[in-house]
């Protein structure tokens, strides 16, 4: 039996995991979705001030306060940020951190991770978080589609700003981790250049999905079996 806590990306919820998660409970482990603070069904709890420190203790308190050890920590999109600063905080508790189509951090002790999402459209100043528009989803996902488009749609947030702009420093204790990776073909990024390593040399073993950037959407069953291979 496996533990597994995933954490959404930009604009989601635990509700994205719904697909999945029965196929991976299905083989015998327990799945504890999380939804961080100020999206899904937590999107009541948004306030100016609501940033990476936040997202970080909503996935330290779930591991804590449901008690788990050896968990495999996934982490979608810009979620790499949060997974990687909790597993630095609590490495003996984390079996694998799993990135699923997320940039990677650097085993530096400077500040890294930060980025400005104007790449969704242009910020106006004081702007505090960024709506799924249409151009969204054509840009990195546009094969979400028919129904599954209509789901993602009624049920994704606005995505709080800070979440992309704060920076997170990782600890010595990061780079002892064991780390995963998923990277999908129509999200944007020239995965055969990934692979090669123009961005840097890639640790630990890796699937690739024939999908947009929310393939536990599209390609649920792949995806279920590319974590759960990759868990082993």
Known sequence: MTTFVMVPGAWLGSWVWK???????????????????????????FSPQVGIETAVM??????????LED????????????????????PDKIRLLLYLDTFRPEKVRTPQMSFQPDEFGKLEPGQTTIRFTEDVLKMIGEDVAGADKEWMFSLSTPWPVKYATDPIVLSEKYDGLKTAHIFCTKSGSDVNELIAGKWGKIEGEYKIIDSGHFPMITKPEET???ILDLSK
């Open 19 to 45: 697909k999945i998660t029965p196929q991976i409970e299905s083989a015998g482990n327990l799945v504890y979705p999380v939804t961080l603070t100020g999206m899904g069904e937590r999107v009541h709890l």
């Open 224 to 226: 279920a079996r590319a």
């Open 58 to 67: 909503d996935v330290l308190n779930v591991i804590k306060y449901n008690q």
């Open 71 to 90: 968990v495999v920590l996934v982490g979608h999109s810009f979620a790499a940020k949060v997974i990687a600063s909790v597993g630095d905080k609590i």
